[in-house]
């Protein structure tokens, strides 16, 4: 294994539900990171000016509080793995389309970012131990060179390994020791979903971050220059959702792409819901990713979920007229595809066709 002593961060601040420790080694240029292929001096200064505003961001994204600790999570049951076995019919929607990626869950997160080529990752979820699963995922991608290094800290003879970097990883108590609870109750579960993430986008063209190197390394590259924000954070939240909205709209910035998965079920569109997609600035340009276990809009082959990609700008309108109580009411408007299992709304084009 990897030595575990190249993966230790610089210090941080002791709040639960945030992304406590920075990682300011390494650069945004580093093959196959961040760095654009130019030139000439313009695009190379532009190039400079990106990296420069999204240090700065982040700089301010760490701020952010995360949202109370619920008082229950859905079903009792900690999501350490996607049970979405269909997201590469996301795929043609985001391919290649750059920007920021916002989303929640777990691998799934960095499978949809490494197809996006996301420039600057938010990564969130309501239940604080899918965001301290993330401290692992960020430390195994920092001691790692390459996907099979990666893969390798969650297998079983590698354990003792992976809890030594947990814990050099991660200073502050608390934060450490819910980080090796999350690590020790999920690695077989991400162990076996990153082996089927192997097999089903190994060699189908889309690849994926376990597969390609130039994905693995584009997504450590992020968190090497500290483009990864990890929060607690609620959809129907008071506070999160709305601080990342506030310093998106200082940097003139909103998400490209944002994964809900199928959160929208087990909630109302609440005021408060309307409010936090309000303040994050959706545009023609942004794509929600959502998914849904409701037979009535069709499953896609071989499981029990619809794929739907929406709009950003079709989202706000849907919620500004104020009618609708929930995205299944709203995807009685969808549009089907030649693909079953998957819809649109708004005006959605394949961003390989554009």
Excluded at 133 to 147: G, N, Q, W
Excluded at 335 to 353: A, C, F, K, W
């Amino acid at each position: 294994m990897a030595s575990v002593a190249c993966a230790t961060p610089n210090s941080g601040a002791a709040e639960e539900g945030r992304q406590a420790e920075s990682a300011t080694e390494g650069s945004a240029s580093e093959p196959g990171g961040l760095g654009q292929d130019v030139g000439s001096s313009q695009g190379e200064s532009a190039a400079a000016a990106m990296d420069a505003k999204l240090a700065r961001l982040h700089g301010r994204l760490e701020r952010i509080p995360g949202d109370p600790i619920p008082d229950k999570i859905i079903r009792g049951t900690h999501y350490w793995v996607s049970n979405e076995l269909s997201q590469g019919l996301f795929h043609p929607f985001i391919a290649k389309a750059g920007g920021l990626f916002m989303g929640v869950g777990t691998d799934q997160c960095y499978l949809l970012a490494g197809w996006q080529g996301a420039e600057s990752l938010v990564l969130m979820d309501f239940d604080r131990y899918v965001v301290a699963l993330h401290r692992a995922y960020r430390a195994f991608f920092l001691a790692s060179k390459d996907p099979e290094e990666f893969v390798a800290w969650w297998h079983p003879e590698n354990q003792d390994d992976a809890m030594v970097l947990l814990k050099e990883s991660v200073e502050d108590e608390a934060l450490r020791d819910l980080t090796l609870e999350a690590f020790n109750k999920s690695a077989k579960l991400v162990r076996l979903r990153l082996s089927r993430l192997k097999r089903q986008y190994g060699g189908d063209g889309m690849g994926s971050f376990v597969t390609d190197p130039e994905q693995f390394a584009r997504i450590r590259a992020l968190y090497r220059s500290n483009r990864v924000f990890l929060v607690r954070a609620n959809l129907v939240g008071p506070t999160a959702v709305q601080g990342i909205g506030e310093v998106l709209r200082e940097f003139g910035m909103s998400p490209r792409v944002v994964y809900l998965s199928n959160a929208e079920q087990y909630f109302k569109y609440t005021e408060a819901f309307k409010q936090n997609i309000a303040a994050l600035g959706l545009d023609d340009e942004s794509r929600v990713l959502r998914t849904l276990s409701h037979l009535r809009h069709g499953f896609a082959d071989g499981e029990q979920y619809h794929y739907n990609v929406q709009t950003g700008s079709s989202l706000v309108r849907y919620l500004e007229a104020g009618k609708l109580t929930s995205s299944s009411r709203m995807l009685r408007e969808k549009r089907g595809t030649d693909i079953p299992g998957l819809s649109t709304l708004g005006d959605v084009q394949l961003e390989s066709l554009k």
